[in-house]
């Protein structure tokens, strides 16, 4: 059976429509995805994203055994409160799965997962942790976790407590209070937009649900289901494992050498990404909008006049835009990337590539 998140009841109550989600029964749309959208655009959202998985790191050498662990440098991590988006690499370099480092005191570390990967990463870190002073523990079944993301998640939360959370910097998280219950709020995201995460114990979520639902309905917050939050990263082009990150592919691939450092002395794939970088990669990842009618998706073939060179990692009709988007991986050798085509229903329809987000980004900085 499916796991099911303390707020599987006010979902239901909602009149979600529910999904399994990696073994999760998860809410995919309430009121419609592209309504949900662009209400994340406008106002604000309320995710429920207890599926998440939660870990933590504590120990004298935490810091070290992070370090080996992870691609990015967790000295980044200066003082408490600050946190840095990294990866777990294997020995080829490419994608274990993608997280969130935060750190809360000195030697404690709380890394945030993909649910899909949870048990995988809990068990790669236990297995590298016996080399090290340090204590890996899972908190996921222990912790509720829900985020308010838009424009006016702010105001939401000042009304909330009184607190203007102005000082509060994008990746960044402070200990707080929200109906007299401990939490962790964090200001960070996934759908381009300014948003909170609030982090609190399993029982205490419900209210905390509640609270913020009350709160912002002066502000026209709705809840968000997985369908629309897909689409809110994609416009964005932020990556999702499983879609353009897995374990074949190398972070260098995925257009993602922003988060690997190469000067940390050592950890686990930076002689595979030496050799990569010295040899060339044979892909690379790429966003494109059509240019014909059409909507890309997963999977689709992607062509360079007739010869086929890539593949579709995610597609949608975007929101915003009204156009199709998508991103995918096409091949670096001898492309004209004036002549690209994603196969859709047996017919090549025309793509142009695309830099940088679909979208402009509202993120908070």
């Known amino acids: 059976m499916s796991l099911q998140t303390p707020l ?14 990696h073994g999760w029964k998860m809410p995919i749309q309430y009121s419609g995805i592209v309504n949900e959208h662009l209400t994340v655009r406008s106002k604000s959202g309320l995710f429920d994203l207890t599926h998440m998985g939660e870990i933590e790191v504590t120990g004298s050498q935490s810091i ?58 809990f068990a790669w870190m236990q297995k590298h942790a016996d080399a090290f002073d340090v204590s890996v523990k899972d908190l996921t079944m222990q912790t509720g976790l829900v985020a ?20 509060l910097l994008y990746y960044h998280c402070t200990d707080y209070t929200i109906g007299n219950n401990n939490v962790l709020i964090s200001r960070t995201g996934y759908t381009g937009e300014d948003g909170f995460e609030i982090y609190s114990k399993w029982n205490e979520l419900p209210r905390i649900w509640d609270i913020l639902l009350d709160a912002g309905s002066k502000y026209g917050i709705k809840p968000i289901g997985l369908g629309a939050r897909d689409t809110l990263r994609l416009e964005m082009r932020y990556c999702l494992h499983g879609n353009e990150i897995n374990e074949k592919i190398s972070v260098l691939c995925a257009g993602l050498s922003w988060i690997v450092d190469l000067n940390k002395d050592d950890f686990i794939g930076k002689d595979a990404l030496v050799k990569i970088i010295q040899q060339g990669t044979k892909q690379r990842l790429i966003g494109f909008i059509m240019r014909d009618r059409g909507i890309p998706r997963q999977g689709y073939p992607i062509f360079c006049v007739d010869k086929e060179v890539g593949t579709v990692t995610s597609g949608t009709m975007s929101p915003s835009l009204k156009e199709g988007i998508g991103m995918g991986y096409i091949s670096t050798e001898n492309i004209d990337t004036d002549s690209l085509f994603v196969l859709i229903h047996n017919k090549k329809k025309k793509i142009s590539l695309h830099k940088g987000p679909f979208v402009k980004p509202n993120i908070f900085k």
């Open 64 to 121: 070290e055994f992070l370090n080996y662990i992870t691609s990015n440098n967790v000295n980044k991590l200066s003082y408490d409160g600050k946190i840095i988006y990294s990866a777990f690499l294997n020995e080829s370099g490419a994608i274990i799965d993608d997280l969130l480092i935060y750190r809360r005191k000195k030697n404690y570390f709380y890394l945030v997962v993909n649910a899909s990967n949870l048990e995988k990463d």
């Open 148 to 167: 308010v993301q838009g424009p006016l998640s702010i105001k939401i939360l000042q009304k909330i407590t009184g607190n203007a959370f102005n000082d």
């Open 8 to 21: 599987h009841q006010s979902h239901l109550d909602l009149g979600a429509r529910m999904v399994d989600f």
